[in-house]
């Protein structure tokens, strides 16, 4: 967690060598599972259509 999120990308932590920026959930929604199983849903059906996924992550820089 970070004083401000998301992380602003002119934020020196990003370039830190002792740093990790990594994704998390910090939601707790009810709807939450539901709302995964939607993204999971759309993005299969753009991957089956050629189209670019939604929120992919940079396997590079884990963001």
């Known amino acids: 967690m970070f004083e401000t999120e998301p992380l602003p990308a002119d934020s020196p932590l990003w370039d830190h060598e002792r ?12 709807a939450e599972d539901r709302l995964i199983a939607e993204l999971f ?18 396997t590079v820089e884990f963001y």
């Open 19 to 30: 740093v990790l920026v990594s994704p998390h959930t910090a939601a707790l929604d009810a």
């Open 41 to 58: 849903a759309a993005n299969a059906t753009r991957l089956l259509d050629g189209h670019e996924l939604i929120n992919r992550v940079n």
